[in-house]
């Protein structure tokens, strides 16, 4: 510790992990024992500091009627009680003193009055039980103080048979928002004091087993699984009706059994029965193990296609709902996502229920991560600190004990940047001796000394290569270093899903399947932690007036705060899906790919569909054999003919997840040729009522501006280069990449000026030369507009060469212009339905789409560049009546439409700061800059700069309607 104290230190600021309670257990849903819920309207006070430990208001009879109340389980600073949510990434937002707190920490003391129900069994013991409660929580029943806890999001028991009684029971908990237990939960997230998760009072019958622990592994090669059921306190027998098993607790029995899976996840009902109690099991058969340096599961090599899940509900913070637990796990699967890693915390017990069900990988983390030291160059971290030990020894054993009989969980990790020390070292060999049948991961500590596989956050696409050949840079111990070349490798966290993007998760995906160390990864991450608000829609750090925060970095998810699925959620179920549908050896065949690791195909039904420009022909089924993991075949397509061909595999039955017809696969392995737009020349401009007149065009003489297209007003068309960055290409601070988008604004990017040079009527165009270039330097782009037409057909080519030194790329080079607001509807032929851009296309499917300008938004909590469809051939605005203006590409080009400008956009803070005007600005890009990972991950790569050189591109203009 940092500091010499003269004093003894409260409870709430001493290095224990608590006292008074049982050790921990199995968590399980249910049996015939009694149990009573204590959720519900709990009485409530809040006082700014801790030091008043009075537990007068613990006794029977304390009058608590002046006091408000809350829900439990709930966060006090969530329903109106008092405080406000703050969120820090890695800074503690108190003074590092371990393990001292500030004196200003609220404390929130609870009441409940209960009655026992009728019927509530005599005899035996009765267990109070706290499934969550954040920081620190100090407990009487009916005046008697039964102990205290800390670990905020793990399981705490207190015996409280001897005290509870038939009525009038008085439940008092203190909770503090700040304890010493708070060093050790420095996560990435909002900081929310209460009681967050289920109390629950338990009756413990006389004969009742304390514990129990679930062996159920699986020999793939006599297809047998082997049960053997660990019974602590009590005898009994273990039956399992579907496999014909009647044995005894600790007795192994083998019987021949399907195994339980991420994608078969087949469970066999059970029951432990004792003298006292009946409870329910459910049962998967699987082994997991490293070999020949790679995590297999039953023999084989597993691929993670992954995400990082912290629980969060946008009114509710951690306290999630088994509703929306289950709501989250169907939408990974529906989204080809099989493995969770529970960031970085044990999740609420029912949910790893929920994995088992349906069907994840999970890694299970450890409540544990003392980021906030890492600026302090870990000084006085309590993971290498031996007083704190036995605390970290706790929760690991609470994380273990609460979940062992999950056949989901196959690694258990020992928590989340924490740097490396002794207490680490000491859970690993817990762990490792308490189940061996399971791996241990930690990502913090490179040289790989305790754990079973190898880990890395955010590598580049070029590292992950060399660890695939397991080329990687030499550890400086050589016997570490040889240990960790020979261990699978996975990224815990990758494809940082911050604002639009991320960007690269295809090319990462490909270094998965070519290399067998590389065993995928979990993108961080699951959701969007915004918190619902009155005047910012969703908001962030520094929206409740945080002293310190770091912004909108809490929102990094693949779901909306509401649970809409991002473009990133589309983009990476395209990725990661586990069939692959491609163009075949030769013309008029697909190739099917199997990727799965388990299942064969015979729950996949494959259709075939047919369009011309974007209108369907014909469609029908499509006859692909039950391939087995890993196998690929060809299949001839039904009939011949140019135009988009589309195969789509499809669930052939309703899934415990998703209903018949599902979509699981699609590709296009015909897309047809790009046939340009037909070069409209030969009308020849005229001078009329002080404008220009070529085509359907009516242009400003003065300046060569169009100003109209047929009936259809336009403004300011010119070049355009300027995007609202992202976030990714914001970047961060500790990034080693260029950040772009600081670097767009340093030039002046978003400020442009366009001086006209010369205005040129010819005999068949109209030509305007331009300057285009930010203020104070000379760094610019030669811009040339030359229009032709052919009756009201409009044709423009817009020449760009740049001149001066340029250091960076260009966030976009296309035109922009605007239409009146009546023109808000759009379609087009090209990339959709949803947005994409150069390294986010992999889920953009060629059809003809429409859609609203305002459906084309897509509503980042931090507005920022958005919407751009990829591969249009040709898009259209119109009016209610059908009337607009359509523009085709002499090749293939990006369309975005929206009812404010970039600089608009830019300038927003969250959602409702975006206010609709009088105008729809299009914009028709020729090329985009990437978008990358970079606001935790690697930059954009190279084949996705945009990099300034001279280039033409063009445009044809036809009025519609």
């Not at 609220?106 to 009765?126: A, M, Q, S």
């Not at 009681?195 to 009756?203: A, E, G, M, N, Y």
């Amino acid at each position: 510790m940092s500091r010499t104290h003269t004093h003894p230190l409260p409870w709430y600021m001493d290095v224990s992990p608590g006292s008074g309670g049982l050790p921990p257990r199995s968590w399980y849903a249910g049996s015939d024992a009694g149990r009573m819920s204590l959720n519900g309207d709990w009485r409530f006070r809040l006082s700014p500091t801790a030091s008043a430990e009075d537990a007068s208001f613990a006794q029977s009879g304390f009058d608590a009627s002046g006091w408000g109340t809350v829900a439990v389980p709930g966060h006090w600073v969530l329903q109106g009680a008092g405080g406000a949510p703050a969120y820090t990434n890695v800074v503690y937002p108190f003074p590092v003193d371990p393990p001292l707190v500030p004196t200003e920490n609220p404390t929130g003391d609870h009441l409940l009055t209960f009655d026992l129900p009728t019927g509530w069994p005599e005899g035996g013991e009765c267990v109070l039980r706290f499934d969550g409660v954040e920081s620190a929580a100090r407990v009487w029943l009916n005046g008697e103080e039964l102990g205290d806890f800390k670990g905020s999001r793990l399981p705490h028991e207190f015996a409280v048979g001897g005290v509870v009684r038939a009525e009038g029971n008085v439940l008092a908990v203190r909770v503090h928002q700040w304890s010493s237990g708070s060093y050790l939960e420095d996560q990435d997230q909002w900081w929310l004091p209460g009681i967050f998760r289920d109390i629950t009072l338990l009756h413990r019958p006389d004969g009742a087993p304390r514990d129990f622990f679930v062996h159920a592994g699986y020999d793939h090669r006599a297809g047998t699984g082997t049960l053997r059921v660990e019974c602590d306190g009590a005898d009994g027998r273990v039956l399992v009706p579907g496999l014909g098993v009647d044995v005894a607790t600790d007795e192994a029995v083998t019987v021949p059994v399907e195994p339980w899976t991420a994608e078969t996840p087949r469970l066999y009902d059970g029951e432990l029965v004792t003298a006292g109690e009946r409870i329910p099991l459910r049962i998967g058969f699987r082994t997991v193990a490293v070999e020949d340096g790679v995590v297999k599961v039953n023999g084989r090599r597993v691929l993670f296609r992954g995400v990082n899940r912290h629980e969060f509900h946008p009114e509710t913070g951690r306290t999630v709902d088994a509703h929306t637990m289950r709501r989250d796990l169907v939408l990974m699967k529906r989204h080809n996502i099989n493995a969770v890693r529970t960031s970085h915390y044990p999740p609420h017990p029912a949910f790893l229920d929920l994995c088992d069900e349906l069907g994840l990988w999970v890694i299970d983390e450890c409540d544990l991560e003392t980021h906030g030291f890492v600026d302090l160059e870990w000084r006085n971290n309590p993971v290498d600190d031996e007083r704190w030990t036995p605390a970290l020894l706790d929760r690991a054993a609470r994380m273990v004990e609460r979940d062992k009989n999950h056949a989901s969980v196959i690694i258990w990790s020992l928590g989340n940047e924490c740097g490396s020390g002794r207490g680490l070292t000491a859970m690993a060999e817990w762990v490792k001796g308490r189940d061996p049948d399971r791996l241990v991961h930690y990502e913090g500590d490179l040289s790989c000394k305790d754990v079973d596989l190898y880990s890395r956050m955010y590598p580049t696409h070029a590292e992950v290569e060399l660890i695939g050949k397991r080329a990687e840079d030499p550890w400086s111990d050589p016997a570490l270093d040889a240990r960790r070349r020979a261990m699978p490798f996975i990224m815990c966290e990758y494809g940082h899903a911050m604002g639009n993007g991320p960007g690269g998760l295809s090319e990462y995906q490909r270094l998965f399947e070519q290399y067998e160390r590389c065993q995928g990864g979990f993108v961080w991450e699951w959701i969007d932690h915004g918190i619902a608000h009155p005047e910012h829609g969703f908001a962030y750090g520094g929206d409740f007036g945080e002293e310190l925060h770091d912004g909108n970095f809490v929102c990094d998810g693949l779901l909306f705060p509401d649970r809409t699925p991002s473009p990133g959620l589309i983009e990476y179920k395209k990725v990661v899906e586990p069939v692959r549908i491609e163009a075949g050896t030769s013309a008029g065949t697909v190739r099917i790919v199997n990727g799965y690791d388990f299942a064969d195909l015979g729950h996949l039904e494959f259709v075939w569909s047919h369009e011309v420009d974007g209108e369907l022909r014909a469609s029908g089924p499509l006859t692909v054999p039950g391939l087995a993991p890993k196998a690929q075949t060809e299949v001839a397509l039904p009939e011949g003919g140019e135009g988009v061909w589309t195969v789509r595999a499809v669930l052939a039955e309703d899934a415990a997840w998703a209903g018949r017809g599902h979509v699981v696969a699609w590709g296009q392995p015909a897309v047809g040729a790009v046939v340009p737009a037909a070069a409209a020349v030969g009308s020849r401009p005229e001078a009329a009522d002080g404008g220009i007149v070529l085509g359907g065009g009516v242009f400003d003489a003065a300046t060569g501006a169009l100003v109209r297209l047929g009936d259809v007003p336009v403004q300011a068309l010119r070049l355009d280069v300027w995007r609202a960055p992202t976030d990714n290409d914001n970047g961060a601070a500790w990034q080693p990449d260029e950040r772009y988008g600081l670097r767009w604004r340093e030039l002046g990017l978003h400020r442009m000026r366009h001086r006209i040079d010369a205005v040129e009527v010819g005999e068949d165009s109209l030509t305007v030369r331009t300057w285009v270039a930010p203020a104070g330097v000379d760094t610019g782009l030669r811009t040339e507009y030359r229009w032709t037409a052919d009756g009201e057909r409009l044709g423009l080519t817009v020449s760009v060469a740049p001149e001066g030194e340029w250091r960076v790329p260009l966030p976009r080079l296309g035109i922009r212009f605007g239409l009146p607001a009546a023109y808000g509807g759009a379609r087009w032929f090209g990339g959709g339905p949803g947005e994409a851009y150069p390294d986010t296309r992999a889920a953009s499917m060629l059809g003809r789409w429409e859609m609203s300008v305002d459906a084309m938004q897509t509503p980042y909590v931090r507005p920022q560049e958005n919407g751009a469809r990829a591969d249009v051939r040709w898009a259209e605005l119109t009016d209610g009546d059908g009337a607009g203006v359509r523009a085709g590409g002499g090749t293939p080009f990006w369309f975005s439409a929206r009812r404010w400008t970039s600089e608009q956009l830019d300038t927003a803070g969250h959602r409702p700061d975006l206010v609709a005007g009088e105008t729809v600005w299009v914009h028709l890009d020729h090329a985009l800059q990437g978008i990358g990972s970079q606001s935790c991950g690697p930059g954009v790569l190279p084949e996705y700069r945009l990099d300034a050189a001279e280039t033409a591109f063009s445009f044809v203009f036809s009025p519609v309607g």
